[in-house]
C-alpha cells in the first residue's frame, strides 16, 4: 500500500509497505480521510511527548471496513479498559494509552488496523472529510468539559485556527458565547464567513469571560488570558506551549486572589467523538468551511510548513 512515514524529525518518505495484518480484536480499514492536524505538522517538525519512530502519521481518520462496506470515524485511542481512568470514562487519560499516528501507524495510508472496540459509525450523510473533524472537535469538547463550561457563559478563545474555530463551534452548542482573539490579519479575513455563521464575536478590547482556552501555542496567551478571567474562572491549557517563557508570580496570584483554575486538556474520549458527531451532523454547513482542500498522500509534505504558519485552514487527505 502507498503510506507516507516519518522516518526521523524532518524526514517524510512516501513508501510502498506491505498492507498491516489485524492483531486480536482489531480489525482492517481502508482509510478513506485523514485530516492532517497542526499536530502532525510539530512531529514533523520537532517530534512530539508520544510520538515513536519510525510512524506513519495521521490521527483524523475516516476509513470503511473491506469486508462490511460499513463506514466509521475512527477514535485513535486503544486504552486498556480496565484502570481507573479507563473506569471512569476518562480513557484518554490511561496510562497505557496508545494513539493512532502516535504510538501506532495511523491514516497517512492506504490501510489501517484499528481496535473494533475505538470504531464509531457513521451516518451516510455525513461527508467523509467532515467525519475527519469530529476527533479534533471532541479534543474541543474534553477541552469545555474540563472548564466546567454552562450555559450563556462566554468563552474567549485565543487563535482562529480550525481548532480555535471549532471551540467556538462547541461552546455554541453547548449554548454558550464564544468569542475569538486572533493577532493575524489574513486569518481574521480568512475566518470571517465562519465566525458570522457561527455567530462568533471577535475580541478586540479587554471584555472578560468565564473560561479562556488557548488554541495557539505562545505562552504569552497565558499572561493575556489569566487577567481577563471573571473570578472563579477556569484558563484551559489546550494547545501545549512552544516557548519557554517564565510566568510573574504576580500573573500566578490572581489565580489565589481571584479563584480561578487552570486546567489542561489533551485528546479525547470515545464518547466526546461521538458527541462530536452530532454537532457535525447539526452544523454541516458551517462545518465545511473549516476545510479549505482535499490533497493526495505526496501533497502532504508541502503543507506542513503552511500549516505551522497559520496559513491554511483543514487540508484533508484523499484516498
Ligand atoms: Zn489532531
Ligand atoms: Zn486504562
Known sequence: MKALQLKNIGELHRKDMPVPEPADGEI???VTRCAVCRTDAKMWKQGQ????LPRILGHEICAVSPESGERF??????????CVFCKKGAENLCREMKILGFHLDGGFAEYVCAPRKSLIPVPDELPGELICLAEPLAC????????GLQKNQRVLIFGAGPLGLMTGMSVRYFGGF?????????RVE????????????LHEGEEDADIVINAAPSSDIFTQGIPLLRPGGFFCLFSGFTDDKMIPAALL??????????????????KQMETALHILRAYQKDASLLIEKQISLGEV???????????????????
Not at 49 to 52: M, Q
Not at 73 to 82: I, L
Not at 140 to 147: G, I, K, P, R, Y
Request: aromatic share 4%; glycine share 6%.
Open 28 to 30: 482492517l480499514l481502508r
Open 49 to 52: 511527548r508520544d510520538l515513536r
Open 73 to 82: 470515524a475512527v477514535w485513535p485511542g486503544t486504552s486498556c479498559g480496565h
Open 140 to 147: 474541543t469538547l474534553n477541552a469545555l468539559e474540563q472548564c
Open 178 to 186: 464564544p468569542c475569538i482573539r486572533e493577532i493575524n490579519p489574513a
Open 190 to 201: 480568512q475566518t470571517a464567513q465562519f465566525r458570522k455563521q457561527m455567530d462568533t464575536a
Open 253 to 270: 496570584n490572581q489565580i489565589h486572589y481571584r479563584q480561578l483554575s487552570v486546567c489542561g486538556a489533551y485528546g479525547c474520549t470515545k
Open 301 to 319: 509534505q508541502e503543507i506542513l510548513p503552511q500549516i505551522l504558519k497559520g496559513q491554511v485552514m483543514k487540508c484533508i487527505i484523499k484516498n
